[in-house]
């Protein structure tokens, strides 16, 4: 089969597209012929080298995490799906078991013709008739975040959101969830009427003056440790929540005022795939597998709006 394997650590431009060989389900797990899956940092910074230590690669390494595909085949102890089903879903490189939560999902990799996943899990579930392979395949990671930024921070009508980061498919997907807020979004200026379009009140750019007074900051793209000026636009008493590491601390940001917390949800406490499907991703370009490492290098260099997707059928 196809599929686009790392041979070392090293940039998305040294990965290739190999011949593999097909991988069989074992007990609790279903093999997916897979429609289409999409692009996530992971994708870029696992086989990176960045976490080496923490987490060893075995290679090749097959890269992939979000997919949405058919099940052509189910192992001993399986009867939440048959063969024929439609599913999609979320999981992360068996690499990474020691790092995921208490129900990981664990894939040998989904941008391949063909996949195993763990069965058990609400990382994955059957894919709705109303949901594309393609929607289905840009939605699991950016839906997931966003669904659980949504739980955890709670906005209230009428409040002011700072979005850093809103053109990613994070930023792209939870827009839209906000429009009851006055959403405040970073971006570039040609992406000014995608933003306001779904649901950005005030489009600015990643190095204007941020507002003053804002209740709830969600900060989707910068490291942690580089929010201090998000910190001093947030009023007494606000929220400022991020995806991305290293872990906050009251330190970083010069205020303890404030609740300063990173959103991970690696058991699904805020709900699985079955509780995102409603949603609706940004998918900005779709590539066929011959154009993957093209498609992860686009992803890796350049500007992009919302997912981009690899289609494999």
Known sequence: MKAVVAHNYGPPESYALA??????????????????????????????GAY?????????????????????KVGDGVDRYAEGDEVFGHAVPRA?????????????????EYAVFEAGTPFIAHRPAELSPIDAAALPTAGLTAHALIAGAQPKEGETVLVIGATGGVGTTVLPLLRHTNVIATGHAGDRDLLHEL???TVIGYNDAYPADVDLGLNLVLPTDRLQRAATAMRPG????????PPPRPEMIGRDDIRF??????????????EVASLRPTVAATYPIDDAVRALTDFARNHTVGKLVVVLE
Not at 261 to 274: C, I, P, T, Y
Request: aromatic content about 6%; cysteine-free; proline content about 10%.
């Open 52 to 72: 080496r230590e923490q987490t060893p690669l075995t290679f090749p390494h097959t890269v992939g995490n979000d997919f949405a595909g058919t099940v052509t």
């Open 19 to 48: 011949d593999l060989p097909v991988p069989e389900p074992g007990p609790g797990q279903i093999q997916v012929r897979i429609a289409a899956a999409s692009i996530n940092p992971g994708d870029i910074v696992i086989p990176s």
């Open 199 to 201: 649901g950005a009140k």
């Open 96 to 112: 990474l078991k020691a790092m995921a939560g208490a129900n990981p999902s664990m894939t040998s990799g989904a941008m391949a």
């Open 238 to 245: 606000g929220r400022l929540f991020t995806i991305t590491f």
């Open 261 to 274: 917390e990173l959103v991970l949800d690696l058991d699904g406490r805020f709900g699985g795939m079955a």
